[in-house]
């Protein structure tokens, strides 16, 4: 299967706060993708984070 997303070294701070320290995520194409996590742990800073990145990708 080919690679559908491919997600290396992610971090993301707010101020002093690091919030997503090194993520890599690989997504083949027919995968189904779950991001767990308690409240908090920065699953909604990922998934904006990589849908920014990706917007970007297309733009540039």
């Known amino acids: 299967m080919s690679v559908m ?7 993301r701070s707010f101020g002093a ?7 890599d995520l690989e997504v083949r194409t027919g995968e189904f993708t779950v991001v767990l996590g308690p409240s908090g742990s920065g699953r909604s800073t990922l998934l904006r984070t990589t849908r920014t990145r990706a917007f970007l990708s297309k733009v540039l």
Not at 17 to 23: A, C, T, Y
């Open 17 to 23: 706060l690091e919030v997503l320290k090194g993520i």
């Open 5 to 11: 997303a491919d997600i290396r070294s992610v971090h």
